[in-house]
C-alpha cells in the first residue's frame, strides 16, 4: 500500500495529514503522521496564564479521519531510499511532508544561560508558569521586542515589573512603523520599561547583566529572540534561505518524492515576500502540502499554494490588542476592539474534533471568511 508520511505535529503537520485524507477518499493509500507527543501545541497562545489550556489532543483530530500517529521523533530522512528512521526505526514512505517547525534560536557562551525562561514549548511555558506561579509582584526582563517578546511582556506586566530589552533602536522593529505607535502607547500604559540598543550578557540568581554594564534586579528573564527552521531541513536541501527553511514551488514541492509546509518551507507569499513562520501560513501550507502529496499518488492534479491576506493581531495584555492588514501592517483595529479580534483569532485555531466530515471540510477550506475582521478593500482573511 502507498503511503504518506508527515513529519511534525504542530499546525502544518495536523493539517497536512487532514489534506492528505481528504485527497485519498476512499482510495487504498496509508497516512501517517510522526511526532513525539499526545498533543497539538497552539504555540500562538503560550504566552497567556494557563498554558496547558493550548492544547488540543491529536487522537481527536487524527482518529477520525484514519491517520496513524507514530508517536517517535524523526533523526534521519534518507531521500534516496524514501526512508526515515523515527527514534531508531526505519519507516518507508512514497511520499514525505516535512512539517518539522522551527525552534527558538537560543543565546551561545551567554554566562548563566540555563537560567532563561521561553514560550517557544509548551514544556518552556510550563517553566515559567510554575516559577513565577506563587511570587508576588515579580520582576521579570524578556530580550526581544518582536511578536513573542511584547505578547510575552505585556502578559506579564500583570504579575508585576517589566523590562523589555532589544538590539534595536525601535520597539517592535521586525513590524515595521505602521503599529509602532499603538505598541509603544501599550507599554506606557502597562508600565513595561524599554532598553533599547542593549542585550542581555549575563544570567545571574536573581539578576541580569545588560551589555552597557548596568545589572537589573530579575525574577525570570525571558528569552524571545529569533527562528530557525527545524534542522531536518538540511537533510532535504542544501540551499536553505535564513531561516533554515527549504525552497518550494508553488506546489509546495521541495524534492520529487518530499512537499515542505510550515515554518520548514519558504514557500512565495507574492512577488516580494515569502510566508512568515506563523500559524496563519502553516495552517494553509499544511492542507495543501498534504493533500499534493497524497494526491501525487494518486494521479490527481495538485493544487496551487494561494495565500490569503496577510494580516498581524498582536496581544498587548491589559492594553488590549493590535489588529494589522498587509505587509505595511496598517492598523485596522486596537485596545478592547482588537483584544475582541485577537479572542476570536485564539478560538479560531482550534481545529475541529471528533468529527471526521467536519475535519475534512475544514481541510478543504484552505481559507475561511471571518465577519468580525474589519475590512474595507478586502473580502477574506486567513484561517489563523
Known sequence: ????????????????????????????????????????????????????????????????????????????????????????????????????????????????????????????????????????????????????????????????????????DTVAEPLGPGPRAEIEAALDELGVARRLGTTVTEVGDGYAVLSDGTRVEADAVVWSVGMRASELTRQISAELDHLGRVPVDRRLRALPEVFAAGDTAAAAFDADHTVMQACQHAVPLGKVAGYNAAADLLGRPLRDFTPGPYVTCLDLGGAGAIFTRGWGRRVMASGADGAAIKQRINQAIHPPVDDAAEILAAADHVYLDLPFFPRDEETTAPVA
Open 1 to 168: 500500500m502507498a503511503h504518506v508520511v508527515i513529519i511534525g505535529g504542530g499546525f502544518a503537520g495536523v493539517w497536512s495529514a487532514a489534506g492528505a485524507a481528504l485527497a485519498r477518499g476512499d482510495a487504498d493509500l496509508r497516512v501517517t503522521l510522526v511526532a513525539p507527543n499526545e498533543h497539538l501545541v497552539l504555540r500562538p497562545r503560550l504566552y497567556e496564564p494557563e498554558p496547558d489550556r493550548a492544547t488540543v489532543e491529536l487522537r481527536r483530530i487524527l482518529g477520525p479521519i484514519g491517520v496513524e500517529h507514530l508517536r517517535a521523533s524523526v533523526s534521519t530522512i534518507d531521500t534516496g531510499r524514501r526512508v526515515v528512521v523515527a527514534d531508531g526505526r526505519e519507516v518507508g514512505y512514497d511520499r514525505l511532508v516535512l512539517a518539522a517547525g522551527s525552534a527558538l534560536v537560543r543565546p551561545r557562551d551567554l554566562p548563566g544561560a540555563e537560567r532563561l525562561f521561553d514560550i517557544d514549548t509548551l514544556d518552556g511555558a510550563r517553566r515559567l508558569t510554575d516559577h513565577l506561579r506563587d511570587r508576588e509582584d515579580c520582576t521579570t526582563v524578556v530580550v526581544g521586542a518582536g511578536f513573542v517578546g511584547l505578547e510575552a511582556a505585556t502578559a506579564l506586566a500583570a504579575r508585576g515589573r517589566v523590562l523589555l530589552v532589544d538590539r534595536a
